[in-house]
T-cell receptor, first 114, second 116 residues
């Protein structure tokens, strides 16, 4: 198993540009989440999904969209990038629906918005 | 609103000693609490989960306690080694019970350094 994969690893955007961060997992996990990590602030939940077709907002959802059309993929869209969205983004998945609550994280995407 | 505090931003201890990290929470009644390890440039890695009806959990040199009255978890690493140097994060479900298992909220982490 590849586990949780994220692409790209690094990205630089100009203010106002849009892009999609990709996340995929091959463990048949129903639960998937997106987090951002900023220095001194830990991980903050952006959006999460409990299964295909079901998504919900986390702590900091503004400026981000998600969709979950398949169990494997959970892309995160930045509609109009802002410097405040400069961060490291992590995707995670789990089998929480089956009582296994440990999350498996991807390697992260480091995004810089200028 | 829910709040998680990890009391020490950084902790430096000597090899061989026991490291103790603290996680406090407010406005929660979590069904469980998790601890993760994060190395620089990498995603967090799950270490341990302790449920609300468990006082203590052990895994090799790791021990976690969970006091729902004090709203606190302690994470211990015994016989610490330089390889244990990393940032340690605690995490809880954002809503009571198990139904919000995907809405996991993290503390800001404690950076642990073990000196030889």
């Amino acid at each position: 198993n590849a586990g949780v994969t994220q692409t790209p690893k690094f990205q630089v955007l100009k203010t106002g540009q849009s892009m999609t961060l990709q996340c995929a997992q091959d463990m048949n996990h129903e639960y998937m989440s997106w987090y951002r990590q900023d220095p001194g602030m830990g991980l903050r939940l952006i959006h999460y999904s409990v299964g295909a077709g079901i998504t919900d907002q986390g702590e900091v959802p503004n400026g981000y969209n998600v969709s979950r059309s398949t169990t494997e993929d959970f892309p995160l869209r930045l509609l109009s990038a802002a410097p405040s969205q400069t961060s490291v983004y992590f995707c995670a998945s789990s089998l929480a629906g089956q009582g296994k609550y440990e999350q498996y994280f991807g390697p992260g995407t480091r995004l810089t918005v200028t | 609103s829910q709040k998680i505090e990890q009391n020490s931003e950084a902790l430096n201890i000597q090899e061989g000693k026991t490291a103790t990290l603290t996680c406090n929470y407010t406005n929660y009644s979590p069904a469980y609490l998790q601890w993760y390890r994060q190395d620089p440039g990498r995603g967090p890695v799950f270490l341990l989960l302790i449920r609300e009806n468990e006082k203590e959990k052990r895994k090799e040199r790791l021990k976690v306690t969970f006091d729902t009255t004090l709203k606190q978890s302690l994470f211990h690493i015994t016989a610490s080694q330089p390889a244990d140097s990393a940032t340690y994060l605690c995490a809880l479900p954002g809503l009571p019970g198990y139904s919000s298992a995907s809405k996991i909220i993290f503390g800001s982490g404690t950076r642990l350094s073990i000196r030889p």
